[in-house]
């Protein structure tokens, strides 16, 4: 009992509990030193290759970013980077909500770890996505200087805001929408309560036209001056066709950031019930009793701003998958396209707790939000356990490449994945992948393969792709795939605790470490 009461106080402690199971979700990330997806363009890439591939994207700051990361030839680097930026983000997160009086403590408390947990945007894995994470982590930032500025009224913090969140911008050109759906509203509700005042007029409104004006400021100033062209002409830009198909599109992007990682996560449950139920319902003890609220907090719990919030959910979850819908890129939970869930969370989290609140009591509700926070936390960790296990798998391609004679002597090649279960998310590798796998292994850029469900059947499709000089296949002489390589499974299977003995033997025992990762595979060759 005495311990019990011991963990209760620690658990008072918020951050502490948005560390320790923001940790348990995403701490595998920090052990992993994968290259996944569009890593294998920037990770060989030279300076110049790297600005110019930025540039015809309209982000020449961003190759420069990337140029300073990868050549410090660390993925930890990134690894640490992310993992940071998202946490310290929740901790802004959870200050900001702290000064919306209307939300109780224990509600504010599973808001965030929501807001943390929702397992999306599995896509953070990629180090070619950091900035996104930097920029995520600059909006949360401004956000939270707004609030203290909108306190204490302070000019250089309503400057530093400003700044701060016009960085943002350049790293994350998807929090312009973002913007109104979440920062405009916060300004609207802490200046005009629906409480004190229920017209909100001209001249209070243009106390904030800064603020109002700044994702226009920041449109203009990269559509005058960084706009995206060559391959990348058009990227990122809205047009009538996606306009009309806009409303479509939303609702499957609803359903895929939203119902998809709750179905995914109650699967989970479904699988292991007992161990799931049993830390949700010891989070459940553990969770201590909350203060009584003061004068200031006695809406908190009103039906009324229940409801309110799950509107405002809706609004901010809409806000956040609109600008990738609108510009015709589907957010999805699978493979590369997670990417596009990333500003789901904050509205996605509001939601569903007010959601659920219109149908359970207070004591049920809180066991139901505990039950979902170690769903959450157990369907991220066993993610980010397979993307180690994908990274296994292709370190074994590549010993595989280094014995195959075939592979040595020839250079035109048709994979067939018989051991996709190995893949991160049922994931595909794409031909850069393949070619940047061949790079590694034999440091030169002859060699072309491509997944047999990818191919297009004509080689000279990818000419152009060999003439950028990105994709790790410089000095490959356009040639017809000349054999397939059917990948299978090999003697040393990735189990769980395989993948420990694994990280204990290259410490250990490198001669055996390489010789087990050789074993994952076996690669069979059949001429064409």
Known sequence: MELIKKLERIFKNDIFVITLFYSLAYGLILLNKGIFFDDWVFYYADKTNMTQIMSRAGQPWVGYYYFFMFSLNDMLVFRVLVFCSYLLSAFFFNSILKTVKEISDEDRLFVVLFFTLLPVNFARIAACLSHYALGYLFFFLGFFILSRYLKIKKTLLRALALLVLFCSFFALNSLLVFYYGTIIIYIIYVEFRIRQRKVIFPFQVLKYLDFLLLPVVFWAIKNLFFKSYYDYAGYNQITLDKILTTRYNLNGAFNRTLNAPLSESFENLLSHPLLIISFAFLFFLLLPKREKKSPENQYGDSEKNDFIFLFFGIIALISGIYAYVAIGSMPGSMDWQSRYQMLAPLGASI?????????????????????????????????????QQDWFKQLSLIENFKTNEIIKNHTSFIFID?????????????????????????????????????????????????????????????????????????????????MLKLFLKKITSPSQYENDIRNILILDVEKI
């Open 418 to 498: 018989e051991a996709k279960d190995l893949n991160a998310r049922s994931r595909g590798l794409r031909f850069y992948e393949w070619c940047g796998l061949f790079k590694k292994t034999f440091h030169d850029e002859t060699r072309f393969g491509i997944l047999d469900i990818m191919y297009s059947n004509n080689i000279k499709d990818y000419d152009l792709n060999i003439k950028s000089n990105e994709y790790n296949m410089r000095d490959f002489k356009l040639k017809d795939p000349e054999y397939k390589i059917i990948i299978k499974k090999g003697n040393f299977k990735l189990s769980k605790t395989n």
């Open 351 to 387: 939601f569903i707790i007010y959601f659920l609140k219109i149908f359970f009591t207070k004591k049920s509700k809180l066991f139901i939000f505990s039950l979902l926070t170690i769903l959450f936390t157990y369907t991220n960790l066993f993610n980010y356990i397979d993307y």
